[in-house]
């Protein structure tokens, strides 16, 4: 595996929360049409044939559930060692910057206007913290 940039390596916090989103939105509508094909088994007279279909689908969406959230667990993980990573920067401006913008996705001009400063000095507060993040050797 490549060694990554501090830039590229807190880029994956976003990235992580944006796959865990889609994941979760996934689960839902699996699980949206299972529920939906219970809807329609009660219609059905007799079940039988539906009734094993029924379970083909419940089988199916139990295992996709189960890796979904083992993707979740790891894009989790990652996004809590990216927030250890920023909070070992001694300078409190400096963390503020990278996780207002590396985890909350705020441009610049936002944070500079949270915290009183010029999107410009934002940005090269940003540029002098990046210097200072230590990434870890094993990445995601």
Known sequence: MQNLTPKQYLSQALAADKAINRKLDRLADLYAACTKSTSLLTLTPGGGHNDRAFEHRMEKYLLL??????????????????????????????RCVLEKHFLQGKSYTVIGQEMGYTGHYVSEKCRKALKKVQ???KTS
């Open 65 to 94: 559930r189960d890796e979904i959230n083992t993707d979740i667990d790891r894009l989790v993980d990652l996004k809590t060692e990216i927030m250890k990573v920023i909070d070992a920067i001694p300078d409190e401006d400096c």
């Open 135 to 137: 990434v870890p050797e």
